[in-house]
């Protein structure tokens, strides 16, 4: 399964890596071994050694608002969304081993530095748009990603992302 998210993001020009979580301690999560996988690269067996995979997001053009799930962020962020009138399934999400990543696609491919430790009231969160991203079907102990209604495997190219909208300055207020 690893093998086919690997090939489906390398189709829609995403470079990934491979990784091996082996702890987690609050939100950082341990890892052991670092593979960057190039498309050029035969399919390797081995690729399903790895437990982690993660998204090149410099390179992409894409941006991950990085939900942590602490006691009530993840809650109070959806609880915002229904009151701006915003179906979370509308958006490109995935749940991560206790939070949500949102992605939205940058109006310009260039390397943007990311912000981390972020709160607005309750909401505790991370906007990551350069290094990579854990994203589905990563999987340690109890915790696995999983994708929302939007899928990699859903869509035919990185522009069906949605662009950073203007309406997070209405759910945030940074």
């Given amino acids: 399964m690893i093998i ?24 950082i999560k341990q890892t ?5 996988v190039d498309i050029e690269d035969p ?3 081995l690729w399903t050694n790895y437990n982690f995979i993660g998204i090149d997001l410099g390179d992409s053009g894409i941006s991950c608002l990085d939900i942590e799930g602490t006691k009530n962020s993840v809650e109070e962020f959806k609880r915002r969304l229904e009151l701006n009138k915003i179906d979370l399934d509308s958006l490109f999400w995935e749940k991560s081993m206790r939070g949500i990543h949102v992605y939205f696609r940058r109006k310009e491919i260039s390397r943007i530095k990311s912000f981390k430790g972020l709160s607005d009231g309750d909401i505790r969160f991370d906007i990551l748009n350069s290094g990579k991203a854990f994203t589905t079907p990563s999987k340690f102990k109890k915790w ?3 994708w929302g209604k939007n899928t990699p495997f859903t869509i ?11 309406w997070l300055n209405d759910v945030f207020r940074i």
């Fill in 4 to 27: 086919d998210f690997i090939l489906r993001w390398q189709i829609l020009g995403v470079k990934t890596h491979l990784t091996n979580c082996t702890g987690k301690i609050g939100n």
């Fill in 144 to 146: 696995e990603y999983q």
């Fill in 32 to 36: 052991k071994g670092l593979l960057k």
């Fill in 156 to 166: 035919s190219s990185l522009e069906e992302i949605p662009e950073v909208p203007e």
């Fill in 43 to 45: 399919i390797n067996p």
